[in-house]
């Protein structure tokens, strides 16, 4: 597609259940990220992908978070046993970039509002 | 770990007038400090960005100040108009073994009245 592609665009789970949320970023994009954003807060870094690097898991809030990236293609950020505090909107962006030490403009997509019971 | 820290939280100005937001950030090995805009229900987009080499960059109505000895950056609006109203976050470079990320400041509400 053109853009980051998120889903779903909207989830309600109820508080202790899985989620998983998916993140198509643009074609050729090697760098991925995921941010958690609450409501009227800011952009809450949680991991990145870049190339065939190991993930950078620094921001993950909890053991209950956890993402994986299949080769420079689709992610898929998981929480297990979802919690109140959890309710968000999960904005994944995806940047061009050859490798380590490049940095340039993130495109995010429009974003998966959860919202736990 | 770099950690970005904005002013004002929230800012209301006339139509017309001028509008700054200053951010700070930690790691002086950081290079590169972009703004993002988020309007109301939308995702973030890039407005502007400048990079360590340079102490100034404008844009039309958008600039950018860099001071490296301060470790301190700005964003200036002038002439606001009400479609300048978003929320405005600055972010600089956290650079380690696997890669680099940005880290946004926590953003700045900017409201433009006509």
């Known amino acids: 597609g053109a853009g980051v592609s998120q889903s779903p665009s909207n989830k309600v789970t109820e508080k202790g259940k899985d989620v998983e949320l998916r993140c198509d970023p643009i074609?050729?994009?090697?760098?991925l990220y995921w941010y958690r954003q609450r409501l009227g807060q800011g952009l809450e870094f949680l991991i990145y992908?870049?190339?065939?690097?190991?993930?950078?898991k620094s921001g993950l809030p909890s053991d209950r978070f956890s993402a994986e990236r299949t080769g420079e293609s689709v992610s898929t950020l998981t929480i297990q046993r979802t919690q109140q505090e959890d309710s968000a909107v999960y904005l994944c962006?995806?940047?061009?970039?050859?490798?380590?030490?490049?940095?340039?403009?993130?495109?995010f997509g429009e974003g998966s509002r959860l919202t736990v019971l | 770990g770099e950690n970005v820290e904005q002013h004002p939280s929230t800012l209301s100005v006339q139509e017309g007038d001028s509008a700054v937001i200053k951010c700070t950030y930690s790691d002086s090995a950081s290079n590169y400090f972009p703004w993002y805009k988020q309007e109301l229900g939308k995702r973030p987009q890039l407005i502007i960005d400048i990079r360590s080499n340079v102490g100034e960059k404008k844009d039309q109505r958008i600039a950018v100040t860099l001071n490296k000895t301060a470790k301190h950056f700005s964003l200036h609006i002038t002439e606001t108009q009400p479609e300048d109203s978003a929320v405005y976050f600055c972010a600089a470079i956290e650079a380690n073994q696997a890669g680099t990320a940005l880290i946004f400041g926590k953003g700045t509400t900017l409201s433009v009245s006509s």
């Open positions: 074609s050729g994009h090697t760098a």
């Open positions: 962006a995806s940047s061009l970039g050859p490798g380590l030490g490049w940095y340039g403009e993130l495109f």
């Open positions: 992908f870049q190339g065939n690097s190991a993930p950078d």
